[in-house]
């Protein structure tokens, strides 16, 4: 059983009373882990029947999910092709009472590495606009990187401080999750590093700046709006007096539920969510992206290269610089305000000799099978794939989406039968 702080036994005691054995108990039982089905790829149904994984039961408070009692879940095929997501099973909780809707404007203000992001796309379907953020560029990289490997088309991903939002997004989204920094004590069995990191004081910082967030996200949130605040820590300090604190100064806001998840009580590590409703306000707009092309070589590469790959015809196309993108309808316009974001799905870029289209990693994980031509491989090749090599295939060339039991992992180019990989050389994995 881990170590843990004195200081955090004592506050838990005296929390939790007669609970306090059986949540001492709780960490002698091994780590809980979970997988969230991608429904933007695949149904559940269909998942069940070409799972690599022993499923061990739905999580109780997302349908999409399963509880899975093995290590290595980021290491399948499936996981490459964006089937699922490996996720903390009761940190699933808090996605699902946001109530993300088609057609909505959604944030998820601390969004990396993108867990509770992309179930909030999975509930939009591709449709609304979806901002995810992430104030650390590293971590944003990461956000991005499952955000493409999941397929999510209608998302903006920004790398901002939630002041610096504040002021572009006034009144503006529909919904808001918060699933604040917190102290982390919901993490202790499952990353032990965070042990050393937690002191009583940390836990006053996480609640100061936690605060801080919150009002931030009050500003950017329209009336009738709905803010989901949550963290993965039992301190009181950053969850239920957080809350309270807040509707004592935001009178204009009730409190319409409430709940901790404890891991002597549920299969997970623990979780707390609260959900509030904005009873007086306002609702602004912003300006929507106009896409336009205005390179005629980029555009004219592109459309030729679609033609031959796709069974599909894509509007709604912006360049940026040498790159093209695809905007989903209704996506704000954040130029010249001098905020770090990807706007839109990526799909590429001209080449070097101004004449080739060049398509992105994230293209191929947008679309289905049906969408484009590919090559078709077995399991064996499909793990030499991932790693980088070539492989024979037989077929004219030109580019294919490389797919495996009907799901595209990524590009390879064909030339002379021989199938060149352009699976990112960050992706591959170790041969």
Not at 423 to 431: E, G, I, Q, W
């Amino acid at each position: 059983m881990v170590e843990l702080p004195s200081a955090f036994l004592q506050r838990m005691k005296r929390s939790l009373g007669s609970d306090f054995d059986k949540f001492l108990e709780s960490y002698s039982k091994p780590v809980a882990r979970g997988v969230r089905v991608n429904t933007l790829k695949i149904s559940v149904d269909a998942f069940k029947d070409i799972c690599p994984l022993p499923l061990e039961g739905t999580v109780p408070w997302e349908p999409r999910a399963f509880y899975v009692d093995k290590e290595g879940l980021g290491k399948t095929i499936a996981h490459e092709a964006g089937l699922y997501y490996v996720q903390e099973p009761s940190a699933m909780c808090a996605a699902p009472r946001v109530e993300a809707r088609r057609g909505e404007r959604v944030l998820d203000l601390c969004s990396a590495p993108g867990g509770k992001g992309t179930q909030l796309a999975q509930d939009m379907c591709g449709e609304g606009v979806l901002v995810l953020n992430e104030i650390v560029q590293k971590r944003a990289e990461i956000l991005r990187s499952n955000v493409e490997r999941l397929g999510v088309t209608n998302a903006v991903v920004t790398c901002a401080d939630p002041e610096t939002l504040a002021k572009i997004f006034k009144n503006y989204f529909d919904k808001i999750l918060v699933d604040a920094p917190c102290s982390g004590e919901g993490m202790f069995k499952k990353e032990e590093a965070a042990i050393p990191e937690w002191s009583e004081q940390n836990v006053r910082l996480c609640a100061e700046r936690q605060s801080r967030i919150l009002d931030c996200a009050d500003k950017m949130l329209a009336v009738g709006g709905r803010l989901v605040y949550s963290t993965c820590t039992f301190a009181e300090a950053e969850d239920e007096e957080q809350i309270e604190n807040f509707l004592k100064t935001h009178k204009n806001y009730a409190l319409i539920f409430k709940e901790k998840l404890m891991p002597h009580n549920v299969r997970g590590e623990g979780h707390f969510c609260s959900v509030l409703e904005k009873l007086e306000g306002e609702r602004s707009h912003l300006c929507c992206v106009v896409p336009k092309v205005h390179s005629k070589p980029l555009l004219n590469a592109y459309r030729e290269w679609e033609q031959a790959t796709l069974n599909v015809r894509l509007d709604r196309l912006l360049q940026v610089n040498s790159s093209l993108y695809y905007i989903a309808e209704d996506t704000p316009d954040l130029t010249g305000l001098g905020l770090k974001y990807n706007s839109g799905l990526y799909l590429g870029t001209l080449a070097k000799d101004g004449k080739r289209f060049e398509p992105s990693h994230a293209f191929a994980m947008s679309l289905s099978a049906d969408k484009l031509r590919c090559v078709e491989v077995d399991e064996q090749t499909a793990i030499k794939y991932l790693q980088g090599l070539t492989f024979c295939c037989g077929l004219p060339s030109g580019w294919y989406a490389v797919s495996y039991r009907g799901y595209p992992l990524g590009w390879c180019k064909v030339a002379n039968e021989t199938a060149k990989n352009h699976y990112p050389k960050s992706l591959r994995t170790r041969k």
